[in-house]
């Protein structure tokens, strides 16, 4: 945009700056108002297209900023070199120009991520796909929002005539060369591949049950850099993403939230299986908790005082197997002691006379 036809270039500087600065303001509401008819035609032709319905929305203030700036630079660039303070403006315009695309990208990756998160609801029942959707969905947004950030401060430096040296440099690390030889950046680089490989391979999910480190819990987000496991006491353990990579861990729900949980009892021998075991199926055939698919007893160990009795049931997932193996627990204990008494664990005594003085020795065992 030449603007010589409104002035005369042999004009004193402070015209040639109003007239800039004149046509600045008017290139200015012209992008605003470019940019409100463009959105408009998106949305019409995009209508029913989550896609792009969402992104017009989620990215509408960053691409408005981004006509601005650029219609902002045609206007600097045809302004006459005698502008005062024409090429610090020229930078500083360059500048906001690539943050401007920088954050635009960025809400564009946002708003991808939000409708695929909206088209695949995780909070239903069978939720193993949806779930596996949104990991990979969120991680691989983190890491385009890690490469977006680099470029972006790359070009940034590389505009700038003192730091351009510098920003070659930060794309240089950004390749294969710069991320074996970044020798301090290797925790952060360890846990961006991490991620990666999380989002692809998906050993771990989000809502998946985790025992790590001896706790039991559900991922409750995945970061960047870190994932965060919810244990059942309401804490929260913050777990690097190459630890996940690096060491064995239990994923109770990596491929079905179905569990089998225990019981287990020490009755005397002479308590009547059959009696004990018609009794636990008739109490797991009554209980909401359980999925219908396991409920069988065996005496899985014996001792000289007592026998064990291992009660197996499942569950649709761990939280109501937690809670059917207490109902169990509770339910058999008051059942036995009521019908059984004799059978559960108790101190036996027996007096023996003595030959030669005839006092009594006692002898005790526990069952």
């Known amino acids: 945009m030449n603007l010589d036809f409104l002035y005369n270039i042999n004009e004193g500087p402070l015209r040639s700056a109003l007239i800039v600065c004149a046509a600045a303001l008017v290139a200015l509401v012209l992008a605003v108002a470019l940019h409100r008819v463009g959105i408009l035609l998106v949305r019409r032709l995009a209508r029913g297209h989550a896609f792009t319905t969402m992104a017009t929305q989620v990215a509408f203030n960053a691409s408005r900023l981004c006509v601005m700036l650029f219609m902002l630079r045609l206007v600097l660039t045809g302004a006459p070199d005698n502008t005062p303070g024409l090429t610090t403006a020229s930078y500083l315009c360059s500048i906001a120009l690539i943050l401007a695309l920088t954050w635009f990208l960025m809400r564009c990756v946002k708003s991808v991520s939000a409708t695929v998160i909206n088209l695949n609801p995780y909070d239903v029942a069978d939720n193993l796909k949806a779930r596996r959707i949104l990991t990979q969905t969120r991680v691989l947004s983190r890491s385009a929002y890690f490469l977006i950030a680099l470029l972006g401060l790359s070009f940034v430096l590389l505009s700038l005539p003192g730091a351009r040296q510098f920003g070659a440099s930060l794309l240089a690390s950004a390749g294969v060369a710069g991320i074996v030889a970044g020798i301090a950046a290797k925790p952060v680089l360890g846990n961006f591949f991490a991620g990666l490989q999380i989002a692809f391979s998906q050993p771990i999910r989000i809502d998946d049950v985790l025992i790590v480190k001896g706790e039991w819990g559900r991922v409750e987000e995945i970061t960047g850099t870190f994932v965060v496991v919810r244990i059942w006491d309401e804490r929260r353990m913050i777990v690097p993403l190459q630890w996940f990579i690096e060491n064995?861990?239990?994923?109770?729900?990596?491929?079905?939230?179905?569990?089998?949980?225990?019981?287990?009892?020490?009755?005397?021998?002479?308590?009547?299986?059959?009696?004990?075991?018609?009794?636990?199926?008739?109490?797991?055939?009554?209980?909401?908790?359980?999925?219908?698919?396991?409920?069988?007893?065996?005496?899985?160990?014996?001792?000289?005082?007592?026998?064990?009795?291992?009660?197996?049931?499942?569950?649709?997932?761990?939280?109501?197997?937690?809670?059917?193996?207490?109902?169990?627990?509770?339910?058999?204990?008051?059942?036995?002691a009521r019908e059984y008494p004799h059978a559960l664990p108790r101190l036996r005594a027996q007096v023996m006379e003595s030959e030669g003085n005839g006092e009594a020795v006692a002898g005790a065992t526990m069952p």
């Open 248 to 336: 064995p861990f239990e994923n109770w729900t990596h491929t079905s939230s179905t569990i089998l949980g225990t019981v287990f009892l020490w009755l005397d021998f002479s308590v009547p299986a059959q009696a004990v075991r018609a009794e636990f199926e008739r109490f797991c055939k009554i209980q909401p908790l359980w999925d219908g698919r396991v409920c069988v007893m065996h005496v899985t160990d014996t001792s000289e005082r007592t026998m064990q009795l291992r009660l197996l049931v499942s569950a649709r997932d761990s939280g109501s197997a937690f809670d059917l193996r207490c109902l169990i627990r509770e339910h058999m204990i008051a059942f036995i």
